[in-house]
Nanobody, 117 residues
């Protein structure tokens, strides 16, 4: 089991930026993939971004060109840099990890991102 601690959420104005962090309790060498989902009230949970072994990345079309996912193997941390934020980005963002050798996904506690003037 991997413990995931999220941070970096908050309230920003449209056009602003935030950086989310997801710190893992063990080496990310043993994790096949990490990323973020988000969920707004009354809406289905959406995959926002993910990063897999070899640093391959994928993004939802709605955030492509604005969000960047990256990892720091020395800090066991994955980051989501969010630029040019829109009100439509308002949601709770959940970090996840798919550890090698396990079929059950681990989740962070969630962090609220609110984009409003």
């Amino acid at each position: 089991q991997v413990q995931l601690v999220e941070s970096g959420g908050g309230l920003v104005q449209p056009g602003g930026s935030l950086r989310l962090s997801c710190a893992a309790s063990r080496s990310i060498f043993s994790i096949n993939a990490m990323g973020w989902y988000r969920q707004a009230p009354g809406k289905e949970r959406e995959l926002v971004a993910r990063i897999i072994s070899g640093a391959t990345t994928n993004y939802a079309d709605s955030v492509k060109g604005r969000f960047t996912i990256s990892k720091d193997i020395f800090k066991n941390t994955v980051y989501l840099q969010m630029n040019s934020l829109k009100p439509e980005d308002t949601a709770v963002y959940y970090c996840y990890a798919d550890p090698a050798g396990r079929t059950i996904r681990d989740w962070g506690q969630g962090t609220q991102v609110t984009v409003s003037s």
